[in-house]
């Protein structure tokens, strides 16, 4: 059995958590990637491979899911997170640094980590595949 969680429940595990599955659609199929992502209460941020097929899927089309899961190994205890939007591509360094540093701390990395890649994408903005997606359009479920 399994109930819907509450908006709180549901920001509390955004907020725990560190992986996630990026969700896009290419032409009218399905692609989706895995990767670590931080959260600041009004955005999930999350990346892919710069120039890479999920790059162009949202460069395409900007309609994203983002699902976060838990389970124990029997999957008994489980809670599954979706959030919903249009991903926004952020391509200059000043719109990156501060995300990507919640990512690299939220990771166990150093917080200035990741800085470099920032600067990668900000002097090649069409390949950048940083992105922000609002935490408007949130659900969540667990088990009982």
Do not use: H
């Amino acid at each position: 059995m399994s109930r819907k969680m509450s908006e709180k429940e549901t920001r509390d595990f955004i907020e725990q958590g560190t992986w996630g599955t990026l969700i896009a659609v290419e032409g009218d199929k399905p692609y989706a990637v895995e990767n670590t992502y931080a959260s600041d209460a009004k955005y999930i941020y999350c990346g892919s491979k710069p120039g890479g097929r999920m790059a162009r899927c949202i460069r395409k089309n900007p309609n994203v899911a983002y699902k976060i899961c838990a389970t124990d190994k029997r999957t008994r205890k489980w809670k599954a997170v979706i959030i919903e939007g249009k991903a926004e591509r952020l391509t200059r360094k000043e719109e990156i640094l501060t995300p990507i540093r919640l990512v690299a701390k939220k990771a166990g990395f150093r917080e200035k980590q990741f800085d470099p890649i920032a600067e990668r994408m900000a002097k090649n903005p069409e390949k950048a595949n940083f992105i922000r997606i609002p935490l408007k359009v949130i659900g969540g479920r667990c088990s009982t």
